[in-house]
């Protein structure tokens, strides 16, 4: 199983983190609370909901980007034998012109991380909120590029921030779309387990499963992500699936 870069697998010092946590949950209640919102306002807007534009579970993000003026909410899990993540990511494309036009902001987090360290199993809020901004800056009849700054920001064990930002590329042949994801990340303030400098490199291969009908809305992907920090050696994790 692949973790977010930098989580730290051991905890110290509750005492404080309570307000923190409590902070961050109300947080990100209050978040979900105006996304819903919003979500119910475009839904009485539009006659036909737009097509989603779901960016799990493979190891990269594409370069389309959630309908303008509507919201989406993705909801998933992750597991290995000690680890337990159910990952969210509110995302909302604001229907305006210029420089955000077409522009998605997403807040992600972890609204449930369990983790069990020698024979005891802690469950809590997720230790980061990750914010980011995505927007395609090229579109052709096949390839197309974007890209997404983005900000980490520790709400519990870890210091600092992490500050980075992700290109994207896609190019579609048939009913097949090959996508790669390049990502920097540098920590405002370095420790153990949050590296001073990261890349990441992701490459996802997907094909349709039908030209039309049923089908044409589901694909099988195979991709691979190679994560290098500063402070470890490089990873490399495999993986394939249907979406």
Do not use: C, H
């Amino acid at each position: 199983m692949w973790l977010p870069e930098g989580r730290a697998l051991a905890r110290t010092g509750d005492g404080p983190a309570y307000a923190l946590r409590a902070t961050a949950d109300r947080l990100a209640l209050a978040v979900l609370l105006l996304g819903l919102n919003a979500l119910a306002q475009s839904a009485g807007a539009q006659s036909e909901p737009p097509e989603a534009t779901p960016q799990r579970p493979t190891f990269t993000s594409d370069t389309s980007t959630t309908a303008p003026g509507t919201l989406e909410l993705e909801i998933g899990t992750t597991s290995s034998d000690s680890f337990f993540g159910l990952p969210l990511t509110i995302k909302y494309t604001p229907d305006v012109a210029g420089l955000l036009r077409e522009a998605e902001l997403s807040l992600a987090f972890e609204a449930v991380t369990s983790i069990s360290l020698a024979g005891e199993r802690r469950t809590e809020f997720g230790d980061r909120l990750t914010f980011a901004l995505r927007r395609p800056v090229y579109r052709g009849e096949r390839f197309s590029l974007a890209v997404a700054p983005q900000a980490t920001f520790f709400v519990r064990d870890g210091k600092g921030a992490r500050l980075g930002a992700t290109r994207l590329a896609a190019y579609g042949f048939g009913r097949n779309t090959a996508i790669a994801n390049l990502t920097w990340t540098s920590a405002t303030s370095s420790s153990a387990t949050n590296a001073a400098q990261q890349y990441d490199l992701a490459f996802d291969l997907a094909r349709t499963l039908g030209a039309s009908g049923a089908l044409s809305r589901l694909s099988v992907f195979a991709g691979a992500l190679v994560e290098n920090p500063s402070n470890q050696k490089a990873a490399v994790s495999l993986g394939q699936g249907i979406t």
